[in-house]
């Protein structure tokens, strides 16, 4: 993911296309994680698109500028692959399997007092919560009462997979590609 900010429209289509043909149950996913994340996808683009530099859209002063549609359409292209990538996780996972796998790749980050069950825990909950329909307006209930009960589950199981050679393979895989697209 962090590879893809360099990457142009080529790159991030044939980084797209991994997830596509590898699990092409994930494609309905990803359709309602990009449903899920329109506005924020449209606030990105116009924040970008009117505040770049550079030569207006028909030549209009209220319009944005072609510098800035462009660099907001390959920003918002690169958080589509990225919503991809993650309902494909979704997908090949299960919300179980990929909060334990968040605790395990967290563990080294404990050592700086970060409290890493907390931040599982709150993920678990989120992804719990994305997992039914919302109900519209829903957020504006869960403002206005401050102190309420949420139904939540009791307890929460972690499984810890053991570490194969094969994990070291894709791990290293991952820096070399990382540091590939850092240095092109």
Known sequence: MLAAQRFGYVG???LASIPLLWSPAGFWRWLGLMYRARWLLLTLWLILAYNAPGEAWLDQSWAPTYEGMAEGSLQV???????????????????????????????????????????????????????????????????????????????????????????????????????GAVVL
């Open 12 to 14: 991030l289509a044939a």
């Open 77 to 179: 292209a690169r958080l589509l692959v990225m919503l991809l990538w993650l309902a494909w996780l979704f997908v090949r996972l299960g919300r179980e399997q990929l909060v334990s796998g968040v605790w395990g790749l967290l563990q080294p980050v404990s050592v700086l007092g970060m409290q890493v069950e907390r931040l599982v825990v709150r993920l678990s909950l989120v992804l719990e919560n994305l997992q039914g329909p919302q109900e519209q307006g829903g957020w504006r209930r869960m403002l206005q009462v401050a102190t309420h009960d949420v139904a939540g589950p009791d307890c929460m199981r972690l499984s810890a997979m053991p570490w194969r050679f094969r994990d070291t393979s894709v791990v290293v895989a991952c820096v070399a590609g990382l540091l």
